[in-house]
């Protein structure tokens, strides 16, 4: 069972940045696309990054130019930069790696906070 693992959350004042990271168990090669998604309480999750096995990324227009993803390939870890945060980015992050049509993990998750 792949397992991915994210760190990097806690509580941050608005206008501050995190780092998350998310470590795969296995080789992140295997997957053709892995990602952050992000669900705030009362909210649907919804997608925050992707990051394809060649680097292609893709990221909605509410978090171009505030949020980067990339990927170490040596280190099977994805990383999730955030700069400029509002109390709005205030979710659990989850990662996500797609390995095809009908298979798809979840790390656990964590909290981040953006507040005064």
């Known amino acids: 069972q792949v397992q991915l693992v994210e760190s990097g959350g806690g509580l941050v004042q608005p206008g501050g940045s995190l780092r998350l990271s998310c470590a795969a168990s296995?080789?992140?090669?295997?997957?053709?696309?892995m990602g952050w998604y992000r669900q705030a309480p009362g909210k649907q999750r919804e997608l925050v990054a992707t990051?394809?096995?060649?680097?292609?990324?893709n990221l909605p227009d509410f978090v171009k130019g505030r949020f980067t993803i990339s990927r170490d390939n040596a280190k099977n870890t994805v990383f999730l930069q955030m700069n400029s945060l509002t109390p709005e980015d205030t979710a659990v992050y989850y990662c996500n790696a797609q390995r095809d049509a009908f298979r798809t993990y979840w790390g656990q998750g964590t909290q981040v906070t953006v507040s005064s």
């Open positions: 296995e080789s992140i090669f295997t997957f053709y696309a």
């Open positions: 990051i394809s096995s060649v680097g292609s990324t």
